[in-house]
């Protein structure tokens, strides 16, 4: 296997498939005052900029 995927990709993986587990709906609906994004909509960027930092 890839060390890359081994020693990084993995770990990311990890920490997002552990972080599905320990959030709620109610979790990801949550949202600071002001004009601050939900909690879910936070992980949707980082999961796109993660998608196109992977396929770049």
């Known amino acids: ?3 890359l995927f ?5 770990g990311h ?3 997002r498939d552990h972080l ?3 959030v709620s709906e109610a ?3 949550y949202r600071l005052p002001g ?3 939900t909690l ?3 992980l949707v960027e980082m999961g796109d900029i993660q998608g196109i930092y992977t396929h770049s």
């Open 40 to 42: 879910g909509q936070l």
């Open 1 to 3: 296997m890839n060390s």
């Open 6 to 10: 081994e020693e990084e990709i993995r």
């Open 35 to 37: 004009k601050n994004p």
């Open 20 to 22: 599905l587990t320990v």
């Open 13 to 15: 993986h990890s920490m």
């Open 27 to 29: 979790d990801l609906a």
